[in-house]
Each structure stands twice: as C-alpha cells, then as structure tokens.
C-alpha cells in the first residue's frame, strides 16, 4: 500500500433548483467552508420548500486505502436534505472535482482518477456500509455532466454525476455519508496534493423524465454495475435519462464502457466510436464531449501518465461509448435484450441490442400528450443509479 498523504480541501457547494425556479431559469447555490460544523440552506418557492444540511466535512489528511479501509473509516460527510411539497421530484448528487493542468506551479491537485468515493444510507445515527448506495468508485469513472475551463494552463472544474434519487409527494427526508480515500494504488510522487472536492445537489420535476428497468444478458458470471449501483441478475432498475459508466467486473477483471440513455423514437442502440481526435482541451472536456469517462481515455492511451498531465495538439484514441434511445413514457418501462460482449484483451464492452421476439417492447403512453394527473400516495425515498 503506498503511504501517500493529501490534504484535502472539501468545499461543498449545493444548488437546489425548484419547479418554479426551472421554468423561471433560476438557480440557487450555498458555500459551505471546509471544517464548518453545520449549516442549513432552506429554499422556499411557490409550493416548494426543502431544508439542504451538509456537515462533518473536515477530512484533514487522506492516505491511501483499499476500499475495504476506506469504507470502514469513521470519516465522512453527511448530506441531509428534507423536502415538504405537494411534488415527486428527482434530485440529483453531482461531485465536482478541480484539477490542474501542466507541470506548472498551478499542478497542485491529486489527479482525479486516484480519489476513489462511495455514497451509504444513514438510518437514525447509523451508517449502512454494508450496502453502498453507490460506489466505491474512482471520481474518475464518473461521467462528466459539466466543465469549465479548458485545461490549458488553467485550473479545471467538472462534474462528474454520482446518484440520482427520487422523493414522492409530501414530507420526504434522505440523509446520506460521502465518503471519499485515495487510492491504494496512487503512487508516492502525488504525496502532499491537495483533495477539492464539491457536492451540489440539483431538483427537478418527476414528470421531465422517463424511467426504465433495463435488463442486460450475455456477460455470465459477470457483476455489473451503473455508476456503481449493482445489477441484481443482469437487471438494473428505476433507472432515469441520463450518461452511465457500465462496469462489468469477472474473473479478477475489469471491463467498462459508457451508456447514455435518452429519449426517441423507438428501441434503439447506436454505437459513438469518434476514433483519434487531437487534444486541445482538458481530458475532462474530451471525456465530456464524447460522452465517456476521464479514466476510459487515460486507459485507452498509454501516453497518458495522469490526468493532470496531458499533452496538447496530439492525436489521442478516444473510447467507444454507446447511446440507447427509448420513447417517453410516464410509467416505468422494462426494457430487454441488450447483449454484452467483454474483451478480455482489451478490458473493452460490446453492446448491442435485438428486440424480443416473443412481444414487442411496452412503448407506453406518450409523455407529450395531454394527461391528467393522478394523486401518488408513497413513503420513503427511491434511488437510482446516477
């Protein structure tokens, strides 16, 4: 295990945007400094009122763990957020995480593909690491949904989405523990470089988004994951629009691609293989632009050392990555038939899709026609992968 220590700097920003305040194009944000006790941002608009806490955020110094060390540790944010309205809302956990480009003095943020964070319940005072909500997983392996900056000499901020969670109508509460290590396999050179790390939580309306139980066959013998969230029998569910690293772990192998689900016409897969590109961007923005993953590009082009390390206007391999279209629809929909290859030379996923034989896919009722809607008695949080 290397002995690598990083001071950490976890800033954590959270943004809350309410129905009204999406159809008015505004937004809110909190900053909460590092090592504050707790603070509680509340928002309250039209019919919509939610209370945000983020506390227990002074890490001080990460060292590398395992994951088995990382989980079991007592440190960790905790994330707390109640809502009491008339709506069913998904809300939406992202990290952002900044990096530095070059070998300048501005170099001074552990590269992202070495913090590893996973995300667990709290029941009352008690933590539930025996069953991750998401994760472990490296910051890296998350699908960039935001970047700023370009990375040429510059410091870069992305987000990258950790878990989406859904609250029914009336009072609702979900309390999450964040916590995040360096990787056990980060080598000693990183020693001394800094964590920043932010959590900003967004909120929609139910209705903007279709939700899917998607079944995958093909890998046997193979644990999958979306995001970090686990496939019970090839099958993941409650799982809403959105981009998604596939992770496909067999025999000591790990295998991943990237899978963006969106609405369209019908049932479809297409496959996105943009091949070489020159670089003139952060990776951050390459892996955003194709709809892939900061660590897919790293371990696709072995002359990439880190992320923090890139160099410019040279051609790069960019990894394939995969789209599935599926109709709207206002009830959760199953969709089957996606079939997984896996590489074992490559550690590259295959997908493709044949529609069922037996029966035609469930399209649903359109989501853009006139309906009226019904009144949702439920208690208690649903979570899907994000």
Not at 26 to 32: D, E, N, P, Q, T
Not at 33 to 40: D, E, K, L, M, R
Not at 94 to 114: G, K
Not at 149 to 157: A, F, L, P, Q, W
Request: hydrophobic content about 35%; charged content about 15%.
């Amino acid at each position: 295990m290397k002995k690598v220590n990083s001071t950490v700097l976890v800033v954590f920003s959270m943004a809350l945007v309410s129905i009204l305040c999406l159809l008015l194009g505004a937004s809110y944000s909190y900053i909460l400094s590092n090592g504050s006790a707790a603070n509680t941002e509340t928002i309250n608009t039209g019919n919509l009122s939610a209370n945000i806490t983020i506390s227990n955020i002074n890490y001080g110094n990460m060292k590398a763990s395992s994951d088995q060390d990382g989980i079991a540790s007592g440190n960790y944010a905790t994330i707390n957020i109640e809502k009491n309205n008339q709506y069913t809302v998904y809300y939406q956990l992202n990290l952002e995480y900044t990096s530095s480009y070059t070998s300048s003095a501005l170099n001074n943020y552990l590269p992202l593909e070495n913090v590893e964070v996973a995300l667990f319940k709290i029941t009352g005072n008690s933590v539930d690491t025996a069953n991750p909500v998401m994760g472990p997983i490296r910051v890296a392996d998350l699908p960039v949904v935001k970047c700023d900056g370009t990375g040429v000499e510059s410091v870069v901020k992305a987000q990258y989405q950790l878990y989406v969670g859904k609250f029914e109508t009336g009072s609702q509460s979900a309390k999450y523990a964040l916590k995040a290590w360096v990787a056990d396999d980060t080598d000693d050179v990183f020693n001394g470089k800094t964590v920043s790390l932010d959590v900003t939580i967004n909120q929609e309306p139910y209705r903007s988004k279709s939700v899917y139980n998607l079944t995958f066959t093909g890998a046997d013998g193979a644990e999958l994951y979306l995001n970090g969230q686990k496939a019970t029998s090839g099958k993941f569910t409650n799982i809403v629009e959105g981009t998604y690293t596939l992770i496909a772990k067999k025999d000591n192998k790990t295998y991943e691609t990237t899978l963006t689900i969106k609405t369209g016409d019908s049932v479809k897969l297409d496959t996105h293989s943009p091949g070489e590109q020159e670089v003139n961007s952060a990776v951050q923005k390459l892996a955003y632009d194709n709809k892939t993953t900061v660590y897919q590009i790293i371990k696709k082009n072995l002359a990439i050392q880190n992320s923090n390390n890139l160099t410019q206007y040279k051609l790069y391999n960019m990894p394939t990555s995969y789209e599935l279209s599926v109709k709207p629809s206002l009830d959760v929909q199953d969709i089957s038939g996606i079939n997984i290859t896996l590489n074992d030379q490559t550690g590259d996923v295959t997908l493709s899709y044949t529609a069922p034989s037996s029966v035609m896919q469930s399209e649903g009722p359109n989501i853009f026609e006139s309906v009226t809607p019904s009144v949702e008695v439920s208690s208690g949080d649903e979570g899907g992968a994000a």
